[in-house]
Each structure stands twice: as structure tokens, then as C-alpha cells.
């Protein structure tokens, strides 16, 4: 009896918020609650699932700075995405995640870092950094609570395990884990088996 009814207060919550991005696309939905902002700088695919309580964002602005970055789209999410309750997904310039992809609850992926080049200047009043990218594959797991820090490209089919911290490009068909993120194992599609590192 419970899930018809988040269902049918999704759908009503999802015809509220849809119009507000760059793309939204069919049958895509969220649940509440959807913390946004710059929603213009935002595309989602068709068919996506929202989790409760998620936060994407995009920043144009900190600390008095402006971001720099002219990238139209700042945030892509392809089709066939779940992305599980409470993950943040944060930009400034560029974010892709490809399609048939799925995220756990509490997944965290930012393209930049907080500035704290400036000691004698509390956190609030410095920039971002600037000009990072995540671009994720397609058929990507990405684990409950795992992160996924700027700069990185994960390749298709590959696994990111509970808690792992993504420091540096995940390679396709591999399975990674750690803080940071190491390869554990990876598919060889020669030999059709997984291999342990």
C-alpha cells in the first residue's frame, strides 16, 4: 500500500520540478525530496530514478567568486540511471554519467574542490578549483557511500565498491575498492573470465 502512494506523490513532485531542467526526459522521475540548484545546467535522461533526499547541484558561484567555466552542460545524466536516496552529485564544469548506470544510497561525485590555498582566509570567502570532469561509463555499479573525486574517467561495465574513494581513472570490466580506490580484479573479454590482481 506504501509504495503506490510514493509513487503517485513522486510522479505529482516530478511534474513540479521537471520543467526547471536544461532536458528532462520520459518516464524519468523523482522522489522527494530533490535539493537542485542551477537546474538550467542540467540534463537527465530518459527513464532515470531519483532517490529521496538527493542533492545535485551545479555551482556558479563561492565565496564571492564566479566559476569561469562556459561548458553549457555541466551536468549529464544518461538513460536508464537509478540513483539511489541521498547522493550528491555536485559541478562546476563538467559531470557525465552514461547510460544503464546504477548508484547505491549516499554515492557522492564532485568535478571540483573547495579552495584552502589562502590561510588567512576562512573557507567561505575562497574559489572553487576550476576546469575538473568526471565522466563515467556505461553499466557502471557505483557502491553504497563510495566517492568519486574530479578528474576521473571510469570506464564501462566497471564496479566501484562500498566506501571506495575514486582518486584516478577506473579502467573498463574492473572492479575497484579502497581509499584510494585500487583494481582488485578485472574481466579479460579474451578469455571471457575475471582476473585477480
Not at 558561484?61 to 537509478?82: A, H, L, M, P
Not at 554519467?97 to 590561510?119: A, Q
Not at 575538473?132 to 557505483?142: A, E, T
Amino acid at each position: 500500500m506504501i509504495f503506490p502512494i510514493v509513487l503517485f506523490l513522486s510522479r505529482i513532485y516530478t511534474k513540479l520540478h521537471a520543467s526547471k531542467f536544461q532536458y528532462f526526459g520520459k518516464k524519468s522521475i523523482i522522489k522527494p525530496i530533490l535539493n537542485t540548484a542551477n537546474e538550467q545546467y542540467i540534463t537527465i535522461g530518459d527513464q532515470v530514478n531519483i532517490g529521496a533526499f538527493c542533492r545535485i547541484t551545479v555551482s556558479t558561484e563561492f565565496g564571492g567568486y564566479k566559476v569561469n567555466s562556459t561548458t553549457k552542460t555541466k551536468i549529464k545524466i544518461g538513460n536508464n540511471v537509478d540513483i539511489g536516496n541521498n547522493t550528491f552529485i555536485s559541478a562546476n564544469n563538467n559531470i557525465e554519467i552514461g547510460n544503464h548506470v546504477i548508484m547505491s544510497s549516499y554515492v557522492f561525485i564532485t568535478d571540483h574542490d573547495h579552495g584552502f590555498e589562502d590561510v588567512n582566509k576562512n573557507l567561505h570567502e575562497q574559489p572553487l578549483t576550476e576546469d575538473g570532469y568526471v565522466k563515467i561509463g556505461d553499466n557502471v555499479f557505483l557502491g553504497v557511500k563510495s566517492t568519486i573525486l574530479k578528474n576521473v574517467t571510469i570506464g564501462e561495465h566497471a564496479v566501484i565498491a562500498a566506501n571506495a574513494v575514486v582518486t584516478k581513472d577506473v579502467p573498463a570490466y574492473a572492479v575497484v575498492a579502497g581509499n584510494p580506490a585500487r583494481v582488485i580484479k578485472i574481466f579479460d573479454r579474451e578469455k571471457q573470465q575475471w582476473m585477480k590482481m
